[in-house]
């Protein structure tokens, strides 16, 4: 869809800083998420130390995308060592917005990075969850394997209640990463189902324990990931 035409069906809004809408604000910080993230490893700049200039230009490549070098802020470089790099950024996105009629709230339809094409909400939260769920299910395996571990050495599973507890069992004898909680921020849920057998539960995107977007990983129930 062209500019004009998005104009003509719907309102579109260059937004740098978003304060009054909690949705708007919501849906930017998982945008943004993903800009930083693609950014936390920049191999190709090798100078000792980054510079605001080089993390913009690796910002404004992201997707191909020719962004405005004054729509991307520096704000702060937060870790930076020389193999890797942490760095706050704003960047202006744009977000179309659409309503069924004159009397209907507004929703967010699309949001787009300079000059790429529009990008469904529906699919940057897809995409976000997505590697959210990968997230977890590698810190689950992680655990899998110190729980595994500790079971191969004192003959049954941790009797842990909860994931802290866990983790305290087997960081750092029996694992080299402490892994606590999910892709959403969330405490992994620690269920022993017998001697020798575990349970690893995510409540998922929602937050919610029981729901169809649960991570699962059950290690006696085959199909488990």
Known sequence: MSLSDAKNRSRTCILLDVNTDATLAFLMKRALYLLLIACVALPACTSARLSHDDIRQKIAAIGQSS???DAIEIRRIVSDSETSAVAEATVTLAFQLKRDNP???WRIEAVRLGDRDWLSMDE??????EGRRGQTLQGMQQLQDGIEKYRATNGSVPA???IVTLTDTLYPA???VLVREDGWGNEIIYEPTGNATFRLRSRGADGQLGTPDDVVLDP???GSP
């Open 67 to 69: 962004l405005i070098p």
């Open 160 to 162: 842990a209640k909860n």
């Open 103 to 105: 009397n209907a709230e």
């Open 124 to 129: 940057l939260l897809t995409a976000i969850n």
């Open 220 to 222: 006696s129930r085959p």
């Open 174 to 176: 029996y694992m080299k």
